[in-house]
Nanobody, 126 residues
Framework: VQLQASGGGLVQAGGSLRLACGAS????????MGWFRQAPGKEREFVSA????????YYADSVKGRFTISRDNAKNTVYQQMNSLKPEDTAVYYC????????????????????WGQGTQVTVSS
């Protein structure tokens, strides 16, 4: 499956962005989907994940209450609504697909994800 992330940009602190991750080649409905991010000079970190149907979600503590992950399997697309953005949210955001089970230790581990999008830059100015 090929993933394509979009929706990044430059926004002021307190603003909002919505990222989208579209897929081609295979239906996304069979995958757990996650968003990760990597800031300059830092390691990649888990942001959010959603199960196959969208009935369960999981967030990093740093974004809980501000970010919302969702999916539309009919459109083969996963979204991440990001509100109340902070300068520390600045990073390249990646979507990824994983075909394992819904276990927190696994879904927050980037090495468990088999397919990755190319990333979209999010920059939050203070």
């Amino acid at each position: 499956v090929q993933l394509q992330a979009s929706g990044g940009g430059l926004v002021q602190a307190g603003g909002s962005l919505r990222l989208a991750c579209g897929a081609s080649g295979r239906t996304l409905s069979i995958y757990i989907m996650g968003w990760f991010r990597q800031a300059p000079g830092k390691e990649r970190e888990f942001v959010s994940a959603i199960n196959w149907s969208g009935s369960s979600t999981y967030y990093a503590d740093s974004v809980k209450g501000r970010f919302t992950i969702s999916r539309d399997n009919a459109k083969n697309t996963v979204y991440q609504q990001m509100n109340s953005l902070k300068p520390e949210d600045t990073a390249v955001y990646y979507c990824a697909a994983e075909d394992g089970g819904w276990y927190y230790a696994s879904i927050r581990d980037g090495t468990k994800y088999h397919y990755w999008g190319q990333g979209t830059q999010v920059t939050v100015s203070s």
